[in-house]
Every structure is written in C-alpha cells, then in structure tokens.
C-alpha cells in the first residue's frame, strides 16, 4: 500500500454515498447515512466512522437483516412525545428523523422525547445530541446493543454498550458533548484494536471464570459466544465502582426498551436458531428548550464559564491541559476539515474490495505513485 493512506472528505463523502445507494438505500438516506459516519471521522472517534462502513452496515443490509429502505412509522404521538417503529431500517434516518422530531416538539413546547423500537445501529450517537446543542437546547440520547457488558460480581455478557450521550451549547466555538459507552471500552474499538494489531488493556473484558482477556481477536470472537464479556464502565466488581456503569447501562436499556415495547438484553444478539436476525435496536431521544428557561444567552454563558474554570483549574503533575467535554473532537476536526481521514490498510482493503464488486469509477491515494 501506498504511504498517502488520507482520503479527501468530498471522495470519502462520495464513495460512500454511491455504495450505499447500490444497495439499495434511496439518495436522500444515503446522504444521511453518510454524514453520520463521517461526523464520527471528523471528530477522531474512528471506531464509529468509516471502520464500520462495510461490516457493520453494507454486509448486513446484504445479509437481509437490515432493510435499506427505511419505513419510518410514528405509532403513537402526543403533544411533546412520540413513539417510532423503524422496521429494521437505516438506523441512521430513524435516529436523525427521531430526533428532529423531538426538537420540534421542545420549540413549541419546551420539552420533546421520541422513543424508537425496532432500528439498527445508529452510528455516533454524539450526532444525534450536536443535532440538539446547534437548535440551541439540550440533546439526550441513547441506545440498547447487542448484550456485551457483564452486570457487577456477574461474568455473562447481558447488556449492550449502552451509551448515554448528552449535548449542549455553550458561548465557545464547540458544543460540549458527551458521548460515552457505560462499558470501560466498546465492541467498535476492540474492531478497531484489531485491524491495528493491538491487545486489548487489560481489565476491560472478562472471561467466564471472572480473569481478564486481552488477545483482541479472541475477545471478538467469545463476545460473539458469550465467552467473552466488557466490564461495566468502573471496572469489575465494586472496588472501583462498576456498579455505576452497570446501573447506567441498565437506565440505557429500560429506555430504549420499556418505553416502546421494544427488544431488550439477549433479543438483541442477532440470531435466532442459529440464523441471522434484524438487531431490532431500541433508541430513545430527548430534547430540552432552552429558550423555555431563561433563554439561550444566558444558558451559552454558563455553561461557557463551568467550561473555563474546569480547564483554569489546577493542572496534575506533568499534565499538559484539561480538556472538557467535546474539545478533543473539536481540535481533531480542525486538523482534518482540510485534508481528509486516514484510512488504514484494513479498510483501504474494503474500499476496493466495494469498489471493484460495484464497477465504480475512484481511484484512492493509496494507489497511486
């Protein structure tokens, strides 16, 4: 491979539009599909971003278990709520559209929360609560996952990685954002540890006789078993206070499950009889006027100041800075706005891989001389 591995954001926007659109997603949803992966590049979350372009998305819409064509039905509406059945669609245009609705319904009212059963994988979920900070109010979202953390003192794998993402403005160039798993690590970055080659640290991922595992390419395979489980964000046990990752992830999954009537825990592996299944994830999302308060301005400026006297404080020996919340994606995106995201051999691999099985006519940096 050639040593130019960075992709321009035009050719990266692109290729991944035409794809999608080959099989099978309509061009407005493609486009959508795409600017979500992309955010996650944008903002340096590579285990989110084009990493899981192919396997997580096109493979499994080949697969017949996600539904290119997205039917977005709303099943029950009130006035500041609603409930969504995304039947297995893109969930990238079930969380976007889900959203939407609920700042819309916090501009007239206040306050709007969506809850969405039957979805797929929604990509970063930080997209979503940006989506919030930029109409100027507070964007709550999470979502359920395939089962992958092990509750406290337990060893099976039962909940998924289950992130609680919370968004907002402040009076400084970038909103501050959240955007975490309740488990110390998540399935996404173990992908992304190997196709890098890299064990795993150990302490994240715990087998069933309760010891720590750290050969990643054998971590993705015994989650898959359910050899294999993430430890809750804190750690194993109480020592360390995994009890709170456990209980986050499960606040995570009785809303994106209780709400809508949807699938939880082990209805999400994605297989049954020993086929493979639609995910049928479960997504909630909640969004907070701040105008319903005492107005935008003076919610940017206080926020703005929590932001600066966290960084003003004092630093830990040998420590450069303190960052807040929201930051670090910021400074990657200034880096990248105006060269494009590394792609590493792995997916570079994908890429032609698409390119060639659909005749399309690019040709990457990494190819040429």
């Known amino acids: 491979m050639a040593k130019n591995n960075i992709i321009d954001w035009e050719t990266l926007g692109s290729f991944m539009k035409d794809v999608f659109m080959k099989v099978g997603v309509p061009a407005e949803d493609a486009e959508i599909c795409t600017d979500v992966l992309m955010e996650s590049d944008r903002r340096g979350i590579e285990s989110h971003g084009v990493n899981r372009f192919k396997p997580i998305y096109i493979d499994r819409i080949k697969l017949g278990i996600q539904n290119p064509v997205t039917n977005f039905e709303i099943i029950k509406e009130t006035s ?90 402040t009076d400084e160039e970038f909103p501050f954002v959240l955007d975490c798993a309740t488990s110390i690590t998540q399935r996404g970055k173990l992908e992304y540890y190997s196709k890098m080659g890299k064990s795993t640290p150990e302490g994240m991922v715990i087998g069933r006789d309760g010891k720590p595992i750290t050969d990643t390419d054998q971590i993705l395979k015994d989650l898959t078993t359910g050899k294999a489980a993430l430890a809750p964000l804190g750690g194993i046990g109480e020592e360390m206070g995994g009890y709170k990752g456990y209980g986050y992830a499960t606040v995570v999954e009785v809303l994106s499950a209780a709400l809508q009537a949807g699938s939880y825990l082990r209805m999400l592996t994605g297989k049954k009889d020993g086929k493979n299944v639609p995910y049928r994830l479960g997504h909630f999302f909640i969004a907070i006027d701040t105008e319903a308060f005492l107005g935008l301005e003076e919610f940017k400026k206080t926020a703005g100041n929590i932001m600066r006297e966290l960084r003003s404080s004092q630093k830990a020996p040998n420590a450069e800075r303190i960052y807040t919340a929201g930051e670090k994606e910021y400074e990657v995106w200034l880096q990248r706005k ?32």
Do not use: C
């Open 80 to 169: 500041t709520t609603a409930v969504v059945d995304g039947h297995d669609g893109m969930g990238h245009v079930i969380a976007k559209k889900s959203m939407q609705i609920a700042i819309d319904k916090a501009k007239k009212y206040g306050l709007g929360m969506v809850a969405v059963r039957n979805s797929t994988h929604y990509g970063i979920a930080g997209y979503y609560s940006i989506m919030a900070a930029k109409a100027g109010m507070i964007g709550i979202t999470g979502t359920n996952a395939r089962p992958s953390i092990a509750p406290t003192f337990g060893v099976e794998n039962m909940l998924g990685t289950n992130p609680l993402t919370i968004g907002f403005p």
């Open 338 to 369: 105006d060269s494009g995201v590394p792609i590493n051999e792995a997916v570079q691999k994908e890429f032609m891989e698409l390119r060639d099985e659909f005749n399309l006519d690019y040709v990457f940096p990494w190819e040429k001389e």
